[in-house]
DNA sequence: TACCAGGACGTGC
DNA sequence: GCACGTCATGGT
């Protein structure tokens, strides 16, 4: 009998290995470890010398070796469109290039193959109200441990997992639950939130002008400016969006010379400065301040 | 011990 | 509208 169970187990792990696709891509513009370690992304562990990551229920292997990046996924669509494949990220470099800002330029060159993601949607909004006042490695507990407790727990070869959990999901828990997660004051963001969306969905953010999108943001309680702008440009390819925290201002004073203090008008000099590229150039100069210089 | 981290909210003016 | 104190939590 045991042994007809090893045998029933083992043909399903050839079938879902089989129904897995991978793909290769040149890794010039795509780095695994520059793309995932810029802290737009909280759900991913490094893996047999690459990366599982985790997006709503999906989940992917992605690892960068040599002048190659490949990408393993039963959802190799998803993931394709994830790591916004589709973006020419030479011509984005290219055009920053020639504002010549020396610091961006030095982020550029350290981390050219990063790229923005298109994440899921509902999972940024969570993530990212879980994420003000915080830093990234507590933020990855939490989002880990919110995780265990709701999602589902599946494999991808051979490695367990859990899904993000549904608004449905987390609008059933008390904010006393949320702070037991080490959530701390932002329990009552969550639980408020999580019933909003559950109540009213989030398709009427859809095909919204990037000015309506944020008005509509803003009315979560725990999203104010820089969240909002983190879930337009992570979750609704805003590109024109430029989250300002604590690094980007020290950015901001540092390398601009700038003498402003409100994050609001912070805000403005750069998209003024960068207009619809915002959102990269933010990306670039965050990662570049944070882990690279 | 004070300060910091991918900030936002409520209050007082 | 704007300035300011406060809000958990864990690391340095």
Redesign the pocket.
Known sequence: MRKFYLIILDISFTLAYYIGMKRTYDSTYFNAADTLE???VFRFKPYCGGYLVCSADKICFVKTEGDTTTVESDDIDYFENYFDLSTDYSKVIDALSKLNIPTLNNCMQLAKGLRLLNQDREEVIYS?II?????????KIIIERLCMQLGEKRYFMGEPYYTFPTSQKLATCPPSFF?EL?A??RDE?LAHTAQAITLNGIEHLNNLDSATLKKEL?K?????????D?VMLFGFSKMGAF?V????I?VYKEDFSGTLS?PVKINKFFVDTFGELSGYA??YL?YGK?SLI
């Open positions: 810029c802290g737009q990212f994420s003000q006042n915080n830093n990234i490695p507590r933020i702070k080490g701390g004051y963001y803003l979560y309680k725990g999203i104010g400016p820089k969240v909002a983190c989250p925290d604590t690094w980007v020290k409100d933010q990306q965050f944070r």
